[in-house]
C-alpha cells in the first residue's frame, strides 16, 4: 500500500462517477489524462503566474485501475523551467473504499505523468518564464 505525500497539498482531488467509466467498468484513462492535464497546468500557471497551454505528454503510466467512489488525488510538480516551457511531473494516487469498511484508507499510486506547458501572453504568443 502506498502513502499519499504527507508534507504536499494535492493540486486536485475528486471522486469520479459512473458517467466516467469505460465498458470494462473502471474509470475511463482518458477521464483520468484529462485531470492529470489540468493539475499540471494549474501548477504551471502558477510557477509561470499566467495563461499556459499543453505542448507535450512526455510520459504517461497507468500503474492500478481507478474505481468509481474512489477518492483521486493528483499530486503535481514543476520540474524544470525553461526560457518559455515548463515540464510538470504529476503522479495520481487512489484512496479506495475510503467512505466504507473494511478497506477504508486503502491507497494506491495509479498514475504517472510527465507533461511539458509553454507559458503564453493574451495573443496566445509564448512568453519568457518569471525567474522567481
Known amino acids: 500500500m502506498d502513502k499519499l505525500p504527507a508534507d504536499r497539498q494535492p493540486t486536485l482531488r475528486l471522486v469520479p462517477h459512473p458517467g466516467d467509466t469505460n465498458t470494462a467498468g473502471d ?23 499566467g495563461r499556459v497551454v499543453t505542448v507535450a505528454v512526455n510520459a504517461f503510466e497507468f500503474h492500478k485501475p481507478v474505481f468509481v467512489g474512489d477518492l483521486v488525488s493528483f499530486y503535481a510538480e514543476v520540474v524544470r523551467v525553461g526560457n518559455t516551457s515548463l515540464t510538470v511531473d504529476v503522479v495520481v494516487y487512489s484512496e479506495r473504499g475510503w467512505r466504507n469498511e473494511p478497506i477504508f ?15 503564453i501572453d493574451e495573443n496566445r504568443k509564448p512568453v519568457q518564464v518569471q525567474t522567481n
Do not use: H, N, P
Request: aromatic share 8%.
Open 105 to 119: 484508507g486503502e491507497c494506491i499510486k495509479v498514475t504517472e505523468a510527465t507533461l511539458t506547458y509553454v507559458a
Open 27 to 49: 474509470i475511463f484513462g482518458g477521464w483520468i489524462m484529462s485531470q492529470v492535464d489540468i493539475a499540471g497546468a494549474v501548477e504551471a500557471a502558477r510557477r509561470a503566474r
